[in-house]
C-alpha cells in the first residue's frame, strides 16, 4: 500500500479526499491529453486554417468565465456532489459530441458546452477541501490538489502525444 496506516498525511486527509485527489488528477491528465490536439482536429475535420478554429476557443474561454461566476451559488443551493458529477458527465459527453460533429456551429456549441461544464467539477472540489478542512490542513489539501492536477496538465499532453505517435484515429 503506498499511503501505510502509520503515514501522518493519511491520518489527517479523509478517504473521500483522496478520492477527489485521484479523480482530478486523472481530470486534468484525460483533458489535456485532448486540448492540445482538439484544434488540429477540427480544423482537419472541417477543412479550416487553424487561424479560423482558434476562434473556438474564445467561446469555450467566455463560457467558462461566465460559469466560474455562477458556480458558486449553484453549488450552494444543489449540492457540491450534484454539481460535481454533472460537470464531469457533462464533458464526457461534450468530448463524445466531438467524434460526431461536423460542422463549424457544432465545433462552437460543444465549445460553450465544454465552458460552461469544466468549472462545475474544479470549482465543485475546491469548495468541498474547503469544507472538509480548516486552517494548515486545509493548507496542505489545497498543495496536494494543485500537485496532483499539476501532475495531470504536465503528463496528459505527453500521453496525447505518445498515442497520436500509435495512430492518429486511436481511441
Do not use: C
Not at 2 to 31: C, I
Not at 54 to 64: F, H, K
Not at 80 to 109: C, H, N
Not at 124 to 135: K, N, P, Q, R, T
Request: charged letters at 10%.
Amino acid at each position: 500500500d503506498f499511503f501505510m496506516e502509520t503515514s501522518p498525511a493519511k491520518s489527517h486527509f479523509p478517504r473521500q479526499f483522496w478520492l477527489m485527489l485521484g479523480g482530478s488528477a486523472l481530470s486534468s491528465l484525460g483533458t489535456t491529453m485532448i486540448w492540445p490536439f482538439l484544434l488540429i482536429f477540427v480544423s482537419s475535420r472541417l477543412n479550416l486554417p487553424l487561424a479560423t478554429v482558434t476562434s473556438l476557443m474564445t467561446i469555450n474561454s467566455v463560457a467558462g468565465l461566465i460559469s466560474s461566476i455562477l458556480v458558486g451559488s449553484t453549488l450552494d443551493r444543489f449540492g457540491r456532489k450534484r454539481i460535481i458529477t454533472i460537470g464531469i458527465f457533462g464533458s464526457g459527453l461534450v468530448y463524445l459530441g466531438y467524434l460526431g460533429a461536423s460542422q463549424f456551429w457544432e465545433f462552437a456549441l460543444l465549445m460553450g458546452l465544454s465552458g460552461l461544464f469544466g468549472p462545475l467539477h474544479r470549482v465543485g472540489v475546491s469548495a468541498m477541501i474547503a469544507d472538509m478542512f480548516e486552517g494548515d490542513q486545509r493548507r496542505q489539501a489545497y498543495a496536494l490538489f494543485r500537485t496532483a492536477t499539476n501532475i495531470g496538465f504536465g503528463t496528459g499532453p505527453v500521453l496525447g502525444g505518445l498515442a497520436l505517435q500509435v495512430s492518429y484515429n486511436f481511441g
